[in-house]
């Protein structure tokens, strides 16, 4: 399981992906995607852990 490292959450994978596609949502399609950006920040954080999760050996 993903773990949200803010509050060291064990998350589920569809709970993760579940959130990124809301904050995906939230975008307001500026196009700049930059680490200034709050949503793109976020997005970027929530991608990451599940990108660790599909890479750990089980």
Same mark, same amino acid.
């Given at each position: 399981?993903?773990?949200?490292?803010?509050? %060291?959450?064990?998350?589920?994978?569809?709970?993760? !992906?579940? +959130?990124?596609?809301?904050?995906?949502?939230?975008?307001?399609?500026?196009?700049?995607?930059?680490? %200034?950006?709050?949503?793109?920040?976020?997005?970027? !954080?929530? +991608?990451?852990?599940?990108?660790?999760?599909?890479?750990?050996?089980?």
């Amino acid at each position: 399981m993903p773990t949200w490292k803010y509050t %060291d959450k064990n998350m589920s994978e569809e709970k993760a !992906e579940e +959130s990124l596609k809301a904050i995906k949502g939230a975008c307001f399609g500026c196009g700049t995607h930059n680490a %200034d950006c709050p949503i793109a920040k976020a997005a970027g !954080e929530v +991608s990451d852990m599940l990108s660790c999760e599909t890479n750990k050996v089980r």
